[in-house]
T-cell receptor
């Protein structure tokens, strides 16, 4: 069956370091992959979209990679700040299903 | 623009009661969807719509009905509430399925 896996354990890092979050998927051939940020008590907010023919996408301190052979996306936040503390969700769009399916998310805590 | 609005913010229902969660967007988006979010399970797609008059089922549609009579509104109906439907419900919209999703603030529903 189709599955999207994100590390369920919280990621704790020191301010200034690079945070790396992982999104693995099975039994999908996604045309797009998206990353969202969610703060407690709020709806998710879109961050980045990467297409299957793109290896890497950047936006300010954020970088996303997409490896369709490994079936994995990595989400990096460089020079992390306490304000980056949140839950980060990956989502896959598979054209055959016409739906956007989300992973469970990884909580990131950046400590001063 | 108000973006995506949801009402109510909080709701408590007794088992067997019915209710409608309201969702509206003012961005003229064709695609709208409903998700529920439970601890450790991430966002699960309930129903979605690719335009007025067109709806389809997501991953967990049982116990919920939707309709899309206008581009702006996409209400979610609980026919006979069950404790298993206790969750936080998010509505989202986007210009197309594969584009970034704009989420509402959520409705926290408790069924006793």
């Amino acid at each position: 069956s189709q599955k999207i896996e994100q590390n369920s354990e919280a990621l704790n890092i020191q301010e200034g370091k690079t945070a790396t979050l992982t999104c693995n998927y099975t039994n999908y051939s996604p045309a797009y992959l998206q990353w969202y940020r969610q703060d407690p008590g709020r709806g998710p907010v879109f961050l980045l979209l990467i297409r299957e023919n793109e290896k890497e996408k950047r936006k300010e301190r954020l970088k996303v990679t997409f490896d369709t052979t490994l079936k994995q996306s990595l989400f990096h936040i460089t020079a992390s700040q306490p304000a980056d503390s949140a839950t980060y969700l990956c989502a896959l769009f598979s054209g055959g299903y016409n739906k956007l399916i989300f992973g469970a998310g990884t909580r990131l805590a950046v400590h001063p | 623009n108000a973006g995506v609005t949801q009402t109510p913010k909080f709701q408590v229902l007794k088992t067997g009661q019915s209710m409608t969660l309201q969702c509206a967007q003012d961005m003229n988006h064709e695609y709208m969807s409903w998700y529920r979010q439970d601890p450790g399970m991430g966002l699960r797609l309930i129903h979605y719509s690719v335009g007025a008059g067109i709806t389809d089922q997501g991953e967990v549609p049982n116990g919920y009905n939707v309709s899309r009579s206008t581009t702006e509104d996409f209400p979610l109906r609980l026919l006979s509430a069950a404790p298993s439907q206790t969750s936080v419900y998010f509505c989202a919209s986007s210009p197309e399925t594969s584009y970034e999703q704009y989420f509402g603030p959520g409705t926290r529903l408790t069924v006793t």
